[in-house]
Structure formats: C-alpha cells, structure tokens
C-alpha cells in the first residue's frame, strides 16, 4: 500500500512537472510571437508609402490676398484700410497611390472673414472720406437707392471676386518623392531636376523645409510650413 501510494505521488509530481513545462512553452511561443509582431510593426514604411493621404496646414491668408489685390491698381491705393491679420486659411495636398497630387484652399470659414474685413475697411474708408463734409454712409447709399447694407454688398463684391479663384484648385499633377526631396510636377510640364522641394515625412506629419527652382533656393516662398495628415 506505501508502494502504491509513493508510485501515485511520484506520478502527481510528473504530471506537475509536465504541466510547468508546457506552460513555460506557451508562453515562450507568446514572447516569441509578441516579438514577430513588434517587429512587423518595426517595420519602417517609404516615403513614397507614408505621403499618400490628404494633409492639411494652416496659412496666414494676409500675404498672399495682398498680393493679389495691389496687382489691382485701384485696389492697390486704398489696401492700407484693410486688415487681414489672423485670418488663417487652411491648404490641402493631397498626394494620391497613383502618384497624383493636388494643391487647393479650403474654405473653412475663411472666405467669411475676408468678406467682413472687406466690409470693416470700407466703412472706415467711407467715414474718412465724408468726414466734415455732413453726409454719412447711409447718404450715399441713398443717392444710389440702397440700403447701406446693399450698397456695402455692392462695394464688397468687386475685390470678392478676386478672393474667390484662391478656393479653386492651385495645382495639381504628378509627384516624385525621395532621397529629401519632393518633385511636384505640374500637368503639362517635365520634370525639372532642379526644380523640388525638400521636406521632412514622418507618419502624421509632412513638413515643406524649402522650395528650390533650378537649383535656387526661393526666398519668397512660404515655407517651412507643416502639414497634418488629415485622414
């Protein structure tokens, strides 16, 4: 009977002995698998992978109206009424698998806020021009048979319509990507060697460093300028 019980003893210790061990190999097999996975994910993707998406910066909107608006001669002469500052407006690239780009604003409420400073400018315009003569806005509106909000409407419309092509398409073609630089090759044009951006590309982030054409750099250029992946 004390035989048959160390020989139940010893097998219960075995079977102990074998379950550890099969445990131990379990979680090996987990350990090794976890460290496939970590390094599947290591695994650094191309920038020619990593910019397909849309990314979207912000940019002062100020600069770029004011160059478009003094090459207006008449509105050129009375710019000094309109302010632009803190008007931001938000840039969208979208770099597609086919190897297409395309360059365009987007209206996020920024064409609103133009319109205002429009509007804003041309009351102080208005203002200082009938200033001791006793006639206000509302007289000349009158003269006009309109509303001051009408006629300001109508005032406002002109350099409006000079805003309104920044929300059309900008660009838009082909790309290459590599080796730090970024060629962006419009439609209907060849590869320039020269002619590329340089940039830094992580995976939610694009930053635009400096432009260069023919091997210049742009100092006029409004870069750098960092994107967010959007999507």
Same mark, same amino acid.
């Given at each position: ?20 061990? %099969? ?19 290591? =695994? ?10 849309? /990314? ?12 478009? $608006?003094?090459?207006? %001669? ?8 309109? #302010? ?16 297409? !780009?395309? =360059?365009? !604003? ?10 205002? +400073? ?8 208005? #203002? ?8 206000? $806005?509302?007289? =000349?509106? +009158? /003269? ?14 002109? &350099? ?11 660009? +838009? ?18 590869? #320039?060697?020269? *002619? !590329?951006?340089? !940039?830094? $590309? ?10 260069? *054409? ?7 250029? &409004?870069? &750098?300028?960092?994107?967010?992946? +959007?999507?």
């Amino acid at each position: 009977m004390k035989k048959l019980k160390r020989i139940a003893a010893l097998l219960l210790a075995l079977v102990m002995v074998f379950a550890l061990c %099969a445990c131990s190999a379990d979680g090996g097999k987990d350990k090794d698998s976890s460290k496939d996975d970590n390094k599947k994910e290591e =695994v650094k993707k191309t920038d020619a992978e990593l910019i397909v998406g849309t /990314w979207e910066g912000s940019v002062k909107i100020g600069d770029e109206l004011e160059k478009v $608006l003094e090459s207006d %001669a008449d509105m050129a002469e009375i710019m000094s009424y309109f #302010d632009f500052s803190g008007i931001d407006i938000t840039m969208q690239i979208v770099f597609g698998k086919d190897g297409s !780009y395309s =360059v365009s !604003y987007v209206d996020d409420g920024s064409s609103e806020k133009i319109e205002k +400073a429009f509007r804003d400018g041309f009351v102080e315009m208005f #203002d200082e021009l009938l200033e001791g003569t006793g006639y206000t $806005l509302s007289d =000349v509106a +009158a /003269w006009a048979n309109m509303t001051e909000d009408e006629y300001l409407d109508a005032v406002v419309e002109t &350099p409006m319509q000079s805003v309104t092509p920044l929300y059309d398409e900008l660009s +838009a073609g082909t790309y290459e990507i590599g080796d730090g630089k970024l060629y962006m090759i419009k439609d209907g044009e060849d590869k #320039d060697d020269g *002619t !590329y951006k340089t !940039y830094k $590309l992580s995976k939610n982030e694009l930053t635009l460093k400096a432009s260069y *054409t023919d091997g210049e750099k742009d100092t006029d250029s &409004p870069f &750098p300028m960092t994107f967010k992946l +959007a999507d």
